[in-house]
């Protein structure tokens, strides 16, 4: 099957500092990869998205870099707040199959 | 104007009953899924369906039946409930199957006694 994986499963950083957020995929066919973010007690959001003919999109205060060579996906968050407290996953698109890897629990210390 | 809302929110209940939760999207999208989160927060894709039709179907106990009345609803229906089965569980759509972006319910939280 297919994995997608998070370097590191929680990260504190201080609020105004920028965050960076890794994922590892496996299948060398993805096309389309996502970001979300999920807040305690909800469904996951839709931060940002790219397509592998990119290796870099801008959004809000949010940037997601990939790496085909390596098959690495990063998501930055520019001056993070405290708002910004979340798990956020990254996804993987092979055809009509998605795939979540395991989430990274972003907290910011005021 | 809850764009994807499922119901019940909160579902607690014993072993070896069957339960159902809905779920409905207004957003006119053609695919819907449903998804398993556990509690470590791993989610795991279960159905997806796309115009009524099922189009995935993960490796999940046949205890386990969604059913699509309509493209705006997909419904889960579970029997014979295990301890195994507590976890969140969301439903999404999409506008179409592949490079789309999901949106998803506020999901419903199953605690099977």
């Known amino acids: 099957g297919e994995s997608v994986g998070l370097h590191l499963p929680t990260l504190s950083v201080q609020e105004g500092d920028n965050s960076i957020i890794n994922c590892a995929y496996s299948n060398s066919a993805s096309d389309y990869f996502i970001w979300y973010k999920q807040e305690s007690g909800k469904g996951p959001q839709f931060i940002i998205d790219?397509?592998?003919?990119?290796d870099k999109r801008q959004g809000q205060r949010v940037t997601v870099l990939l790496n085909k060579t390596v098959k690495h996906l990063s998501l930055q968050i520019a001056a993070t707040q405290p708002g910004d407290s979340a798990v956020y996953f990254c996804?993987?698109?092979?055809?009509?199959?998605?795939?979540f890897g395991t989430g990274t629990s972003l907290t910011v210390i005021p | 104007d809850t764009a994807v809302s499922q119901t019940p929110k909160y579902l607690v209940t014993q072993m070896g009953n069957d339960k159902s939760i809905k779920c409905e999207q207004n957003?006119?999208?053609?695919?819907m899924y449903w998804y398993k989160q556990d509690s470590k927060k791993f989610l795991k894709i279960m159905f997806s369906y796309n115009n009524k039709e099922l189009i995935i179907n993960e490796t999940v106990p046949n205890r386990f039946s969604p059913k699509s009345p309509d493209k705006a609803h997909l419904n889960l229906h579970i029997n014979s409930l295990e301890l195994g089965d507590s976890a969140v569980y969301f439903c999404a759509s999409s506008p179409r199957t592949a490079r789309a972006t999901q949106y998803f319910g506020p999901g419903t939280r199953l605690l099977v006694l």
């Open positions: 790219i397509r592998s003919n990119m």
């Open positions: 996804a993987e698109n092979t055809g009509n199959q998605f795939y």
């Open positions: 957003l006119g999208h053609d695919t």
